[in-house]
């Protein structure tokens, strides 16, 4: 099975960035990025196909937020930059095995990490 590994996150004050990292330890197609804060629903953030031909962003962080991936390295990046308090969540990478499609409904994600911890203050 497939097995993902968060790592990057951190403390930052608004404005400033942080890069994300997640290390799959096999055969990914679609690869993305969701977050949740305390009390609120997971929310997906990203998510790019396995070339990376094709991505997709959220509104929240459309302009901010930078997904790529490097299949020789099997890792998948998001840089965050601009931060905003409302950045702060816990920060999920998720991957899907099967190929069925690319794009931020959580259900065609088979794959999920444990999550890294984003803190933004003001």
């Known amino acids: 099975q497939v097995q993902l590994v968060e790592s990057g996150g951190g403390s930052v004050q608004a404005g400033g960035s942080l890069r994300l990292s997640c290390t799959a330890s096999?055969?990914?197609?679609?690869m993305g990025w969701f977050r949740q804060a305390p009390g609120k629903e997971r929310e997906g953030i990203s998510c790019i196909s396995r070339r990376g031909f094709t991505t997709y962003y959220a509104d929240s962080v459309k302009g901010r937020f930078t997904i790529s991936r490097d299949n020789a390295k099997n890792t998948l990046y998001l840089q965050m930059n601009s931060l905003k308090p409302e950045d702060t969540a816990m920060y999920y990478c998720?991957?899907?095995?099967?190929?069925?499609?690319?794009?931020?409904?959580?259900?065609?994600?088979?794959?999920w990490g444990q999550g890294t911890q984003v803190t933004v203050s003001s």
């Open positions: 998720a991957a899907d095995s099967i190929g069925a499609g690319c794009d931020l409904d959580n259900q065609h994600f088979g794959y």
């Open positions: 096999g055969y990914t197609y679609c």
